[in-house]
């Protein structure tokens, strides 16, 4: 028996070594996506941008990743696209066409263009890698990137620290590493729901799925990122639940549900607004209760940014734009609306916002209707840092679009292999 498993242990390493150079491309390339366009290596503000080397770079990624998509993408299954997939399609068309009428059609155009790219390479190399590879290599991937943060927080501390909230506060320090505090917080909460598909689809056993979640948990602990704790605490526990039977997960809902109306009811008897205004300010990093009010500012800039939609519904500002908008008009250093929906339709249009809004909806009925771990896990993903952030569609697609694209079609084992 001990013979066997040892052998079978080395014909696993063999042939993982041994890999097909289509593989061992997409393994790169999934790494490129999720670590290296991901960092910022540049000595300036983290929510900054320009035709540098690091953007260079990033291009050439996309371009690398278009090209791998275009070539190995089987074509001939474009018919069996789901309702969802059909959605971002769409969306990538419309994006193309709202770069016609964007306020700079060149930079529109590139970052159209990134985009399409992202979302070939995600649906050609989740067939090629299957399910268990697509999640291995995501997640250690991610836990690369972390790994890299803690070191980068070593030897540049500095290096993205930058807050636009609290730089001026001297006991603020948000752990940032090769990101924006936020930006890290959100590919650990990422990190923290693959390990939990991983775990649960056998891929990877519990006793090294642990310290990874652990490990990930820290990470968006220090970063300081509220929306993004959240979010992971969210994605853990769906990940938990599957564990539980129906009854008992039933009865967690109502117990919650119950200890949620009693709290409010007790809330709204002893509101007081001055008592408010103290616990506010507590909670705050700031120190002021208008920071929790205004959702850090992000009540302003949504209506700045929907306002701005209203003078251009139909076509928008041009996909990637958005940046130019808000810069110009609005004092928000980040440049993007802090919301995926809202920041889809300043640069996408009503039309644009819709589609995207579809999808979202359609992934969320099917959630509950056909349980799938890994497109739930990055839409509960999505929906919990989607609110107060941007975390897909950027200017350079990331680690989450891509994450996003490669789950469309996880649900449809025609198209996806095990």
């Given at each position: ?43 300036t503000l983290a929510m900054d941008s320009g035709a540098d080397w690091q953007a260079l770079m990033k291009l050439g990624i996309s371009a690398a990743c278009g ?352």
């Amino acid at each position: 028996m001990h013979d066997k498993a040892e052998t079978s242990s080395k014909w696993t390493v063999q042939s993982f070594l041994r890999q097909p150079v289509d593989l061992t491309i997409g393994y790169a390339l999934i790494f490129a996506v999720l670590f290296l366009s991901e960092a910022n290596f540049r000595q300036t503000l983290a929510m900054d941008s320009g035709a540098d080397w690091q953007a260079l770079m990033k291009l050439g990624i996309s371009a690398a990743c278009g090209l791998y998509g275009l070539w190995f993408t089987d074509f001939a299954r474009l018919k069996d696209l789901g309702l969802v997939a059909t959605g971002i399609v769409m969306f990538c068309i419309w994006t193309y066409v709202c770069a016609l009428k964007s306020v700079n059609v060149v930079y529109s155009l590139t970052c159209c263009t990134t985009l399409f790219c992202t979302l070939v390479f995600a649906d050609a190399v989740s067939q090629k890698l299957g399910k268990r590879k697509t999640i291995l290599v995501c997640l250690f991937s991610l836990v690369a990137f972390l790994i890299g943060c803690w070191i980068v927080s070593v030897i540049a501390p500095g290096l993205n620290s930058f807050d636009p909230l609290v730089d001026a506060i001297a006991d603020s320090r948000r752990f940032a590493g090769l990101l924006h505090p936020n930006g890290t917080a959100a590919l650990g909460a990422t990190t923290i729901g693959l390990a939990f598909v991983a775990a649960n689809a056998g891929y990877l056993p519990w006793k090294q799925v642990l310290p990874l979640i652990l490990f990930a948990f820290l990470t968006v602990f220090l970063t300081g990122s509220r929306t993004w704790m959240f979010a992971a605490l969210l994605v853990s526990c769906y990940g938990t639940m599957k564990h539980l039977s129906t009854m008992n997960r039933f009865v967690i809902v109502c117990i919650g549900t119950l200890i949620i109306s009693i709290l409010s009811v007790y809330l709204l008897n002893i509101w007081n607004a001055t008592k408010a205004d103290q616990a506010l300010a507590g909670i705050s990093r700031s120190g002021k209760s208008e920071e929790i009010y205004s959702m850090t500012g992000r009540a302003d800039l949504w209506a700045f940014c929907i306002k701005k939609i209203e003078v251009s519904p139909i076509f928008g500002y041009g996909y990637g734009c958005q940046r130019f908008i808000i810069a110009d008009e609005h004092f928000w250093p980040t440049r993007h609306a802090h919301n995926v929906l809202l920041n889809a339709t300043l640069g996408t249009g009503l039309i644009g916002g819709a589609l995207l809004a579809i999808v979202f909806l359609v992934q969320t009925f099917r959630m509950f209707v056909d349980r799938n771990d890994f497109p739930d896990t990055v839409l509960l993903l999505l929906l919990a840092g989607g609110f107060t952030e941007n975390p897909i569609f950027n200017q350079l697609p990331g680690a989450l679009t891509f994450l996003f694209f490669a789950s469309l079609s996880w649900r449809d084992t025609t198209r996806i292999g095990p």
